[in-house]
T-cell receptor, first 112, second 109 residues
């Protein structure tokens, strides 16, 4: 089992460009999450999904969109990147009824 | 403002010393988790506490959940260099999780 994988691992964007981050999990988990991690601020929840076809806003959703068309995949989109979105992005998943979240290795995004 | 406040933010100690780090909030959580994160990797779960007053031990690590389920502590006995990392607490609120900013621990040999 690969667990939770994220692509790409690194990306540099110019202001105004768009991109999609892909998260995939092979554990058949119902819940999936997208976080951003910035120095001194810990992990902040962007969006999450409680199942295929459903998404919900987290703590810092502005500037991001998500889609969960398949249970194993959770996509995070930036339509018009801004320097404030420079961060490390983590995806996580968990099973219904369990507290433990399994995290991917992260995507380091720089917006110039 | 962080929903979960962790202290201290940084901690540097010698191998063999004991330490305690704290996670405090004004909110009540249904459960609280502690994660450890190493550079370039995602957080990995250490423990989940659910019941107020609960104490869990994981080898040299002791976790305690406050009676009111608003705060928690992590105590490490005889710290080792392998304990170095970022320790994050996270509280569960319905379907989402709120993380503290973390305590960055360095254990020097």
């Amino acid at each position: 089992n690969a667990g939770v994988t994220q692509t790409p691992k690194f990306r540099v964007l110019k202001t105004g460009q768009s991109m999609t981050l892909l998260c995939a999990q092979d554990m058949n988990h119902e819940y999936m999450y997208w976080y951003r991690q910035d120095p001194g601020m810990g992990l902040r929840l962007i969006h999450y999904s409680v199942g295929e076809g459903t998404t919900a806003k987290g703590e810092v959703p502005d500037g991001y969109n998500v889609s969960r068309l398949k249970k194993q995949n959770f996509l995070l989109g930036l339509e018009s990147a801004a320097p404030s979105q420079t961060s490390v992005y983590f995806c996580a998943s968990r099973r219904t009824g369990r507290h433990e979240q399994f995290f991917g290795p992260g995507t380091r995004l720089t917006v110039l | 403002t962080q929903l979960l406040e962790q202290s201290p933010q940084f901690l540097s100690i010698q191998e063999g010393e004991n330490l305690t780090v704290y996670c405090n909030s004004s909110s009540v959580f249904s459960s609280l988790q502690w994660y450890r994160q190493e550079p370039g990797e995602g957080p990995v779960l250490l423990v989940t506490v659910v019941t107020g007053g609960e104490v869990k031990k994981l080898k040299r690590l002791t976790f305690q959940f406050g009676d009111a389920r608003k705060d928690s502590s992590l105590h490490i006995t005889a710290a080792q260099p392998g304990d170095t990392g970022l320790y994050l607490c996270a509280g569960a609120e319905n379907n989402d999780m709120r993380f503290g900013a973390g305590t960055r621990l360095t254990v020097k040999p």
